[in-house]
């Protein structure tokens, strides 16, 4: 079983940066690609960023240009670069982790298995 610990939320005004980590408690030999979530209240999970193990990404296109997302795999650590913050940024984000790489559907939460508890974002005009 995968645990995943999130870390780095805030409040910051709008233009302003957070980076976010997630620490994976098992080995990335369990572990495929991994992603970013975030759920504003009153609507749906929505699909940030993903990494496969071999680097490739994905982004929401509404984040395109401002987020980054990158692991470590030598610290089981998944983080989330999240510049230029815009109000409409604001949630809690989830990490989560699939057993295997995931080739489509990379922004859609059913393709995760493991998730962590969410660090709550909230950026202010």
């Known amino acids: 079983q995968v645990q995943l610990v999130e870390s780095g939320g805030g409040s910051v005004q709008t233009g302003g940066s957070l980076r976010l980590s997630c620490a994976a408690s098992?080995?990335?030999?369990?572990?495929?690609?991994m992603g970013w979530f975030r759920q504003a209240p009153g609507k749906e999970r929505e699909g940030v960023a993903s990494?496969?193990?071999?680097?490739?990404?994905t982004y929401a296109d509404s984040v395109k240009g401002r987020f980054v997302i990158s692991r470590d795999k030598s610290r089981n650590t998944l983080y989330l670069q999240m510049n230029s913050l815009k109000p409409e940024d604001t949630a809690m984000y989830y990490c989560?982790?699939?057993?295997?790489?995931?080739?489509?559907?990379?922004?859609?939460?059913?393709?995760?298995?493991?998730w962590g508890q969410g660090t709550q974002v909230t950026v202010s005009s």
């Open positions: 989560a982790a699939a057993s295997s790489e995931v080739w489509y559907g990379q922004l859609r939460p059913t393709s995760y298995k493991y």
């Open positions: 098992d080995t990335t030999y369990s572990v495929g690609s």
């Open positions: 990494i496969r193990r071999d680097g490739a990404t």
